[in-house]
């Protein structure tokens, strides 16, 4: 027995019309007639007296109609239940490097059709985000690798390569020496990168003129592309506008890779943290992604 059909049937009963019930239920008569017939063949009684102009509950109908009212409202009281539970729960808070590109956030976001709850994304350095994550102001953090403890949970998602930009006309990097005495750019002093600059800068033997932090990737990248300085990147931050108006150098050796981890909780109770995390590293599979 469906709820279609009981609703049907109530629907008929109250206003005592087929014709008119089909209308106020947006469906075709035929439709309704055979929701109808369907309950009468199911228990096996006739559910309306149709000898007057006005067809009328049989007998056997109204103790139908009794518990389908019931029924309905049952239902209709579960579907508000539901629906307040969802509402109440609350939003899965995600912490996600700067340095990605803008189009993984959304990916993100789309991921809480498939888990019925919000997804917050909060865009940051690693190191803010870690201490968000450390605060519990935060449920799972997507950063650089190489800065959590043995205490977090954490799972590998992506490995891109590490480039210097320069403006489109600097001369071709052979070596690290050639940029002594340049002005280093940054996002931030809190970024993963910082480290990998600083390893750069220490076994390159070079002395940067001044190390400029710009606040974000788009300054970053439209200072470099003005010639006011080099930058250290990874490969898949740099979407197609940019990539028109800087000069890409490859790095080789240990400065060649960076790794992308996701931190996570394995305790929360109101997150489905494997189906999560597998739908986080999916998105983290996109070719896109890869082949930038």
């Given amino acids: 027995m469906k709820t279609s059909e009981l609703l049907a049937f109530v629907t008929v009963a109250k206003i005592g019309n087929i014709t008119q019930a089909s209308a106020r239920l947006n469906r075709v008569q035929s439709s309704i007639s055979h929701r109808l017939r369907n309950l009468e063949d199911r228990f096996g009684i006739t559910l309306f007296d149709r000898r007057k102009n006005r067809i009328s509950l049989t007998a056997q109908g109204k103790i139908l109609y009794e518990y389908a009212i019931k029924i309905l409202e049952l239902e209709e009281d579960c579907k508000k239940k539901i629906a307040s539970l969802k509402h109440n729960t609350p939003s899965i808070r995600i912490g996600l490097i700067d340095c990605l590109p803008p189009y993984i956030a959304s990916l993100l ?39 959590s403890d043995v205490r977090h949970a954490r799972l590998s998602l992506f490995s891109t390569d590490l480039v210097l930009i320069t403006e489109r006309n600097f001369p071709t990097i052979n070596k690290i020496s050639i940029l002594d005495g340049e002005h280093f750019l940054l996002s931030s002093r809190k970024s993963a990168l910082m480290r990998n600059c600083d390893i750069l800068i220490q076994e390159g033997g070079i002395m940067p003129k001044r190390i400029i932090e710009c606040g974000s990737y788009p300054v970053l990248f439209s200072s470099v592309s003005e010639g006011k300085g080099v930058a250290l990147v990874m490969r898949c931050s740099i979407n197609r506008d940019v990539r028109d108006k800087i000069k890409i150098h490859d790095l080789h050796g240990r400065f060649e890779k960076f790794q992308i981890e996701l931190l996570y909780r394995t305790d929360s109770p109101y997150i489905d943290t494997l189906k999560l995390t597998n739908m986080i590293t999916s998105v983290f599979q996109d070719p896109l992604l890869h082949h930038i």
Avoid: A, H, R
Wanted: aromatic content about 6%; overall charge negative.
């Fill in 109 to 147: 976001i789309d991921l809480s059709n498939n888990i019925d709850q919000c997804i917050d994304i909060c865009i940051g350095n690693t190191i803010s985000l870690l201490n968000s994550y450390e605060k519990n102001e935060l449920d799972m953090v997507i950063i650089g690798s190489g800065f």
